[in-house]
């Protein structure tokens, strides 16, 4: 399901490949033998930009890109057939995207390829620039862009909203990389940015794009109301056939102006919480559609039933919409629904007869409290052609045999989901006859006893998950016997003892998840052998002894944590040569001696959480400028000394150029360190607990007012702040924290541009020296949820 709606976009645009194929010289595979170059100037600007970009990690050098050769040859180019007025060929493809490219910044020569039609840059790296403001007007022959997970922050520029031949939009970035899967990671993290449609608005960019068919903007900051963003799309494109919004911010009830849409066949709009009110009657006016995802959203009221019995609706999700309700209809024959999920929602009166015509019914969630599970009901109703159930919230009473009997008599299962069901029985060893499965996962559920060792006879699972259960005891053996196994997670249960070197022998894993429960000893030296592992989590356990440093070597490897366990000793240095590592959690532990300088040599690393340590030892990090990918950065708690460096007059390129959060509290700091002035754009950053005393300067609320929602500075010896007048001057700040410090004169007020923009704000001015406040300060106050000044 996550990828559903790019998969109809990947449709199209194989569409385009096919025609640009036949009429160029072959987007990289063309005849050698062409009797026409590419224009001379175009080739120049396309070498021009290879030399922009950085290749220590892509997937390609571009080694194909050689001047004197026709560069409608070349790798991702293509080109369209000689004019009449002309004996060279136009460049009008270029396809970039997945290649792991780096760059500071998109380089100019890019628009010098006027002729461009296609352009996909996606799932690369741009150093965390902004989208140029000035470049992109000038391909307006462009109709197709993909920017998508490529390290671009910031607005929207507008010159994006003077592509009027735009057909395909996909802007989409990520807010949070704890909620992304696994097998995304390596687009995630070179693309951990995010974009956001402030100013122009989402209406503005929009409304001169009369021919796009569809738009991705997924993880994008759009925060914009129900009204604002339904009337923009409304207005603007009326024949966009492919809405994709996820994980936006958007907020309120949906207008009714988005009903305008009438060609839509693609809404996916889920992951946005703000979102209320009902489910819009109207979506039964878009008969092409096919696709309505809505999950994660805050829905109430009554499901339009009508929208069931839509013909083409073929995917509908309104899972974890808690306030929800509704009926089930009877469903026609022939009616083309494969997917339906109503977990987490309040639908009631639901009988598996219900199901009976959807023939082709392969995904099915549901909530156990709202549907009959009785024996006779289960069997009357096979649902043969369904491949993946997930079922939460079920009472069992009594045996749990019928239920597990009627599982297994669903022939094609291949996917069992079971979530927040809960019985007074052991889970009959009976599971182990569902031998066709390939994904097993059980979380949140309440059965008594051990895990059953049958689980080890599912031979052709791929992927187990039993997490936040209350088996005890410790993890049974046959587990592995699952040779087949790419994905192992047992976590969050009351599981104890050693971990058992046989997880050393599945040699498939990519991800291998223990996290949350009460192993202890030693971590297995067998792991050594899990050459695939892309992901470890072994936190929040009791193992002991030193770091092995074989966990770091991998190439494989980009995902560790270790934190929350009572591991010692020293870090010892390591050959970062072939590491790929790109998330390092080994915070509260007992880690002692100094960071070694090989963790800062990880090219790749994108966050490093050592918090909550005994470390020792100097740190500059304005010596480390060269982690272009790192964003998240927290060395609080040990016993470091930050040392400052070169300020914003060092000719050093532009320090740690995605950092979005730095913690350093308890860092032995006496003064802000003056690298701070060459960080791009940070978001969060916790300098409290040092012994800082002075002045708050100004830059420090100043320079990222684009970007910086939480600062503390709090427990040091702070005593005047400069500002120009007593309101903050970040308008998006939402945290503020400057207590317990010896700040004289009037307490500053909030900017009133964030309470414009309801912004939730947590300001804590207490434990001070303030004399006065404004006398019209509770204007400024409107949106506070948190204010302390005692």
Request: charged share 15%.
């Amino acid at each position: 399901m996550a990828g559903i709606t790019h998969l109809l976009s990947l449709f199209a645009l194989t569409q385009l490949y096919s025609v640009a194929a036949s009429t160029s010289h072959g987007h990289g595979q063309g005849d050698a033998m062409a009797s026409s170059y590419c224009h001379q100037d175009q080739a120049t600007a396309l070498l021009q930009l290879k030399q922009s970009f950085i290749f220590d990690y892509s997937t390609t050098t571009l080694s194909s890109w050689q001047p004197g050769t026709d560069c409608c040859l070349w790798e991702g180019v293509g080109c369209d057939g000689v004019s009449a007025s002309s004996d060279s060929s136009s460049v009008t493809v270029l396809d970039l995207g997945g290649r792991g490219l780096y760059s500071y910044g998109c380089h100019a020569a890019l628009f010098n390829l006027t002729s461009l039609r296609y352009l996909d840059l996606s799932m690369n790296d741009f150093g965390g620039s902004r989208i140029p403001a000035v470049g992109f007007e000038r391909l307006s022959k462009l109709t197709h862009l993909n920017l998508s997970y490529s390290g671009f922050y910031g607005q929207i520029p507008m010159a994006i909203g003077k592509l009027t031949s735009i057909v395909s939009l996909d802007l989409s970035s990520v807010h949070n990389i704890e909620s992304a899967e696994i097998t995304d990671i390596y687009a995630i993290l070179d693309g951990y940015n995010f974009l956001e449609i402030r100013e122009p608005s989402l209406g503005t960019l929009l409304a001169n794009l009369t021919n796009l068919r569809e738009l991705y903007l997924d993880g994008g900051d759009i925060s914009g109301s129900g009204e604002e963003w339904s009337n923009g799309l409304g207005k603007a494109v009326p024949h966009l056939e492919v809405l994709s919004m996820a994980n936006c911010k958007l907020h309120g009830p949906i207008h009714s102006s988005l009903s305008s849409l009438r060609s839509l066949v693609v809404v996916n709009l889920k992951l946005n919480n703000g979102i209320s009110g009902t489910v819009p009657e109207f979506f039964t006016d878009f008969l092409n559609l096919s696709v309505l995802q809505l999950s994660y959203n805050n829905f109430s009221g009554w499901f339009p039933q009508t929208i069931f019995q839509l013909k083409n609706i073929r995917v509908l999700d309104v899972s974890d919409n808690y306030e929800l309700s509704g009926h089930l209809p009877e469903f026609l024959n022939g009616t083309s629904l494969e997917t339906l999920n109503l977990q987490s929602t309040n639908f009631s009166g639901i009988r598996l007869s219900s199901f009976s015509n959807l023939l082709s019914l392969s995904e099915l969630g549901l909530e156990g409290g709202s549907i009959s599970m009785e024996p006779n009901e289960l069997f009357l109703n096979k649902l043969n052609s369904l491949q993946n159930l997930k079922v939460s919230f079920v009472q069992f009473y009594g045996e749990l045999g019928p239920f597990f009997s009627w599982i297994r008599s669903l022939n094609n299962l291949t996917s069992l989901h079971l979530s927040d069901c809960y019985s007074s029985e052991i889970m009959p060893p009976m599971i182990g006859n569902l031998t066709n499965l390939t994904s097993l996962e059980i979380t949140y559920c309440g059965f008594s006893g051990q895990i059953p060792s049958s689980i080890g006879n599912l031979n052709k699972l791929t992927s187990l998950r039993i997490s936040d259960c209350t088996f005890a005891g410790t993890i049974p053996s046959s587990i592995g016997n699952l040779k087949k196994l790419r994905r192992l997670e047992i976590s969050y249960s009351q599981l104890s003892g050693q971990i058992t070197t046989d997880f050393g022998y599945l040699s498939k894993l990519t991800v291998l998840v223990l996290a949350g429960c009460r192993f202890s000893g030693r971590i297995p030296s067998t792991i050594v052998n899990l050459t695939r592992l892309i992901s470890l989590d072994l936190s929040q356990n009791d193992l002991t002894g030193e770091i092995p440093t074989y966990l770091f070597t991998s190439p494989t490897m980009l995902q560790l944590d270790l934190s929350l366990n009572n591991l010692s000793g020293p870090i010892q240095e390591f050959d970062t040569t072939y590491s790929c590592m790109r998330i390092v959690s080994l915070s509260e532990n007992q880690i002692s001696g100094q960071i070694p300088a090989s963790l800062f040599a990880l090219k790749s690393l994108a966050s490093l959480d050592l918090h909550s340590n005994n470390l020792t030892g100097l740190v500059q990090l304005s010596s480390h400028w060269k982690l272009r990918k790192l964003y998240s950065l927290d060395l609080s708690d040990n016993k470091l000394y930050i040392l400052d460096g070169e300020g914003s007059k060092s000719t050093a390129p532009l320090l740690l150029p995605k950092l979005l959060e730095l913690e350093l509290m308890s860092c032995n700091m006496t003064t802000i360190p003056r690298f701070l002035m060459r960080l791009n754009h940070v978001q969060l950053l916790d300098l409290s607990s040092n012994a800082i005393d002075g002045i708050i300067p100004k830059w420090i609320l100043e320079k990222w007012d684009g970007s910086l929602k939480s600062l503390d500075l709090s427990h040091n010896k702070f005593t005047h702040m400069e500002l120009t007048s007593y309101v903050l001057p970040n308008s998006r700040l939402e945290h503020l924290d400057v207590s317990f410090n010896r700040l004289q004169g009037q307490v500053p007020m909030p900017n009133m541009l964030s309470t414009v923009r309801n912004l939730p704000q947590v300001l804590d001015f207490s434990n001070n020296r303030f004399s006065s406040i404004m006398s019209n300060f509770t204007v400024y106050l409107s949106q506070t949820v948190y204010l302390k000044l005692s």
